[in-house]
């Protein structure tokens, strides 16, 4: 069966960093590309980060460049976001998806991340 398991996530405070991982099972991590979203209380779900199936080219959210890293790796079918200098408009609950071409999709469960002092 399909899985995504989001970790990591907890209170950090803000200028703080958190490192979040999504590990995979199930499918064929390796010909998915993967996508980091968030979703805080009374926003829309939006796109943080996302990363091709190689790994070879990443695309960022305005609100997280130069803060935020995406990577993979696909011997251990998991994929991480570093988050650095986090702020509380950072907060949110914070979910991976899988997707394929051939139009498969796959959603963690999600991990929350709170900034707050």
């Known amino acids: 069966q399909e899985q995504l398991v989001e970790s990591g996530g907890g209170l950090v405070q803000p200028g703080g960093s958190l490192r979040l991982s999504c590990a995979a099972s199930?499918?064929?991590?390796?010909?998915?590309?993967m996508i980091w979203y968030r979703q805080a209380p009374g926003k829309e779900r939006e796109l943080v980060a996302l990363?091709?199936?190689?790994?070879?080219?990443?695309n960022y959210a305005d609100s997280v460049k130069g803060r935020f890293t995406i990577s993979r790796d696909n011997a251990k079918n998991t994929v991480y976001l570093q988050m650095n200098s986090l702020k509380p408009e950072d907060s949110a609950v914070y979910y991976c998806?899988?997707?394929?071409?051939?139009?498969?999709?796959?959603w963690g469960q999600g991990t929350q991340v709170t900034v707050s002092s």
């Open positions: 199930g499918f064929t991590f390796r010909s998915y590309v």
């Open positions: 998806k899988a997707t394929s071409l051939t139009g498969n999709n796959y």
């Open positions: 990363i091709t199936s190689s790994g070879g080219s990443t």
